[in-house]
């Protein structure tokens, strides 16, 4: 295989990469219904902002090309899929590309007209889905090039001095339809010969730094590293070698309208440690991540997700030879499993300490009141 997938889909057939059986096997749900596809970013074998939108879209599409669908009135068919659309938007409720996506297939369809048939709403609803897959990667290839220019011109990364970074959590391929976000501009920056070296974090408690983001720089043959949450500030201290971080880059879930950005637990830390040691903080996002309808960070509603998920682990057995044995698998105890758990998945990041939102219609930065304004790249939901 020579790119990673998260998502594969043909008219009729959509295939979903189970993400937590990674790094150890590679296997691909068929994502065939609402409820499949509910369940598959319920349970996190789907995760990611753009990749949790993108699949919500293409399993109804997959459902209604498939059918059947009851028949109506136009007023009824578009009360059915949105009934399936409002269903799905519960499967996770932090990342709002999933919001942004329903609102834009609702749209789409009304805009059939009262007199349309089932046919046309259906595969109104079909070309909607498919847009927002195929649009995806133009948006992340547009951010990795705008993330790979701002770092040019305000770190001076170049091909003779080349820069290292930190990135969390996972933003890649297995996050979108491809190239990532700001997995997507690490890419960009290697392809440009600007980059010296990756840093990513294990990103605990789910591991998605570990397990996926460490897995896709190993695949691309990206020069990585992989440290815990813990070690971040001692790496920043760190100068010398590779070791010589200019900047963060993290993807997000949520930015609000003033710029507080909700991304995954760790993220907050991260740039509080990033402003103390002068380094650049940068969140790479579309505007699919973008809320303009909530005004700060307090307004984000954060998932808190089951305790096991931070007292238990799934890993498979390594051999006396010290390689892994890929067809086993266990799920260990990390901790009494009587303890009291807090397992919030995300946190927020204040946007006074961000330096850029990167999108694909250009890097944002704070004006001189020192506030983000998004007014000049999204004017049209302003
Ligand atoms: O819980 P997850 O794995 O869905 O969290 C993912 C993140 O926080 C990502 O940084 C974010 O969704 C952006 S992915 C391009």
């Not at 009824?76 to 409720?93: F, M, N, V």
């Not at 805009?111 to 259906?122: F, H, Q, R, S």
């Not at 920043?236 to 991304?263: H, L, P, Q, W, Y």
Request: aromatic letters at 6%.
């Amino acid at each position: 295989m020579s790119t990673l997938q998260a998502v594969k889909y043909t008219r009729g057939k959509l295939e979903v990469l189970d993400q937590l059986r990674l790094p150890h096997e590679f296997h691909y749900d068929n994502v065939a219904t609402r409820q499949e596809a509910f369940d598959s970013i319920a349970s996190m074998r789907t995760r990611g902002a753009p990749a949790i939108a993108i699949v919500a879209s293409l399993g109804l599409a997959v459902e209604l090309h498939n059918g059947p669908v009851p028949d109506g009135s136009s007023d009824s068919i578009i009360s059915y899929i949105d009934s399936a659309l409002d269903y799905l938007k519960e499967s996770r409720p932090t990342a709002v590309d999933l919001t942004n996506a329903i609102n834009q297939l609702k749209a789409r369809i009304r805009a059939t007209g009262e007199a349309a048939a089932k046919d046309e709403i259906v595969q109104a609803f079909i070309n909607e889905a498919e847009n927002i897959f195929e649009k995806d990667l133009k948006t992340n290839m547009a951010i990795g090039d705008y993330g790979a220019e701002w770092l040019r011109a305000q770190v001076g990364a170049s091909s003779d001095k080349q820069i290292s970074v930190l990135t969390h959590c996972n933003t890649g391929s297995l996050a979108t339809s491809g190239h990532g976000t700001a997995l997507g501009i690490i890419r960009t920056l290697q392809s440009k010969g600007l980059l010296q070296h990756a840093f990513c974090t294990e990103t605990r408690p789910y591991n998605q730094g570990s397990r996926l983001t460490a897995f896709e720089l190993v695949f691309e043959g990206i020069p990585s590293t992989l440290i815990t949450d813990s070690m971040a500030a001692s790496l920043f201290r760190t100068r010398g070698a590779e070791k010589n971080i200019k900047a963060v880059i993290v993807g997000a879930d949520r930015v609000v309208r003033n710029g507080d950005t909700a991304n995954k637990i760790g993220t907050y830390q991260l740039a509080v440690l990033a402003k103390f040691h002068g380094i650049k903080f940068l969140v790479a996002a579309p505007t699919t991540s973008i809320d303009l309808v909530t005004e700060t960070g307090d307004g984000i509603r954060i998932e808190e997700r089951k305790p096991e998920e931070l007292i238990q682990i799934t890993g498979a057995v390594v051999k006396p030879d010290g390689t892994v044995d890929e067809t086993t698998k266990v799920r260990v105890a990390t901790a009494d499993q009587r303890i009291n758990v807090w397992n919030p998945a995300f946190d927020v990041t204040p946007a006074e300490l961000i330096d850029a939102v990167v999108t694909e219609k250009g890097a944002v930065e704070k004006g001189a009141d020192g506030k983000f304004d998004f007014s000049k790249i999204m004017p049209e939901r302003w």
